[in-house]
């Protein structure tokens, strides 16, 4: 990680706002579904719409997954949290209010670390202290692009179930934040918490950022800054802001406490309208909703069924299949992947030949079809298949290579795991593509290419032994890459070592 130099003896202090979309079918307080995309102000109801005598009603799935990420992350479930009203006008917040959780919230106090390759930091792992976890539903969308000269209002997302997550501020880089927000995203994912689609607004990160005097311990005047629509936006534009805000102290000013906004075209940030900005909500506990009860009962339920989370399968895996730490790293960094990857290693036996498999043409593959390891045509079960025909000898590396692409274009078009896609057993069957060692089949391949180079040959046979791989080259040309190459090398130094 690069720390930005820190000048004049200044470093930076940041904490960070993470809202995050629940996956759940409803709305929180009312049953209009939550898809993304759908024909505007079509997913409404009297309750998101805050008509006159709608009552909200609570989505217990929402709770369930609030509580899920709140363990995940080391925080205290507190078996009561009160929801609040957070008071403010805007026109895709019918209601005037949003329904938040304020001086009480689900959950206090966790901790959340990662793995950093950090050098400035002997253990290599950075420990950030997350305040609260609380549960608020979501505003609906102004759409200001669409129309010319008007602002367009969805209320589709109103009532959309959110967690907000608030770090202390505990971060003294951008790029400590973009290393911790990859780790949150992946626990996330890993939790079936939330789909994590930043360009669908699903995740959301506002920071808030200050510099002061490297070892002073009181914060400097801090400035909130908005709309980054991805990890790498987050760390540009608290670059940006950091150095800005040391150009101010440089210049002898001070920073001014204020609202800026992300301009991803322009790399840039612009102080948002003050009329935008609205700091008294005046939060007051609903009078709709009685206190959220959170049982013992269902914490110790939640906490029972959290899977493994990647950290640990990153240490299983080392421990288990022997991999090294990049290995391990690639392959538990999205769930699917992950199963995938043991899925293969289990059934073929070969632990590190899945590794190089899955990191190499199998990620490039999915990688160019934009596919998930649980879509990916090619399932565990074959791949392990063509594992283990190279392991023992059937076919060779690169012959292997060529069955996956062909295994590619048979899974085309059929559905995923379909038995109408071919094994690559059978494709190497039907086209003849297991590894010739037939002694008679070789060494006519052999005759044939220094038949056709005598040249080459004359200049071998003169010491020039280093044409040894270019006729290796022509046999394997001639097999069609089918040649076992022990085999080969053996005929051939035979035969250029006779005169
Ligand atoms: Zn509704």
């Known amino acids: 990680m ?28 009312c049953p209009d579904g939550t898809g993304f995309g759908e024909v505007p102000n079509t997913n409404v109801c009297p309750v998101c719409l805050g008509l006159p005598g709608a009552l909200p009603v609570l989505n217990r799935e929402a709770v369930e997954l609030a509580v899920r990420a709140s363990l995940a992350f080391g925080c205290t479930v507190h078996q009561r949290s009160v929801w609040a009203r957070k008071n403010y006008f ?33 253990v290599g792992r950075l420990a950030i202290r997350i305040r609260r976890i609380h549960m608020e539903e979501d505003a609906g969308k102004s759409i200001h692009d669409r129309f010319e000269g008007a602002t367009a209002v969805d209320l589709n997302r109103t009532g959309t179930p959110l967690i907000e997550m608030v770090t202390e501020p505990d971060f003294r880089s951008p790029a400590q934040v973009r290393a911790w927000l990859t780790g949150v995203k992946q626990v996330l994912e890993y939790l079936e918490v939330s789909d994590c689609n930043m360009e669908e607004g699903s995740l959301r990160v506002d920071a808030n950022v200050s510099i002061r005097p490297v070892g002073s311990e009181p914060l400097g005047t801090k400035t909130e800054l908005k709309n980054m629509n991805s990890f790498s936006g987050v760390e540009r534009a608290l670059d940006v802001e950091i150095a800005r805000q040391r150009d101010v102290v440089a210049m002898g000013g001070q920073v001014a406490h204020q609202t800026l906004l992300w301009d991803e075209r322009r790399g840039d940030v612009r102080p948002m309208r003050s009329k935008e900005e609205s700091h008294d909500y005046r939060y007051f506990p609903d009078p709709d909703l009685p206190p959220l009860q959170v049982s013992e009962n269902l914490i110790e339920a939640v906490k029972a069924q959290l899977p493994e989370l990647p950290a640990a399968r990153r240490t299983r895996f080392r421990e288990d299949y022997g991999l090294p730490a990049y290995d391990a790293g690639v392959l538990t960094a999205r769930r699917p992947l992950a199963d995938y990857y043991e899925e293969t290693a289990r059934t073929s036996g070969a632990p590190k030949e899945a590794s190089n498999w899955i990191m190499g043409p199998v990620l490039a593959a999915m990688n160019a079809r934009d596919l998930e390891a649980d879509d990916f045509p090619v399932r565990p079960v074959h791949l392990a ?30 559905e995923v795991g379909s038995a109408a896609a071919k ?77």
């Open 423 to 499: 094994t690559p057993a059978e494709i190497v069957r039907e086209e003849g593509l297991a590894t010739v060692s037939d002694t008679g089949r070789l060494e006519a391949w052999v005759e044939d290419a220094l038949a056709a180079h005598p040249e080459e040959v004359a200049r071998f046979r003169d010491g020039e032994t280093r044409l040894q791989g270019f006729f290796m080259g022509e046999v394997m040309k001639r097999s069609r890459g089918k040649a076992d190459p022990t085999e080969v090398a053996r005929i051939l130094t035979e035969r250029l070592e006779e005169t």
């Open 90 to 122: 805007y026109p895709d917040l019918p209601k005037g209010y949003q329904i938040s959780q304020f001086e009480e919230p689900l959950a206090t106090d966790g901790v959340f670390r990662v793995e950093t390759d950090d050098t400035s930091d002997p």
């Open 385 to 414: 298949e063509l594992i283990d025909l190279v392991e023992e000898g059937t076919i060779n590396r690169n012959v292997a290579k060529d069955v996956l692409g062909r295994m590619l274009e048979s899974a085309a078009g059929v």
């Open 2 to 29: 690069t720390d930005r130099a820190p000048d004049a003896g200044y470093e930076a202090v940041i904490g960070l706002e993470i809202h995050v979309q629940l996956r759940t079918e409803e709305k929180l307080f």
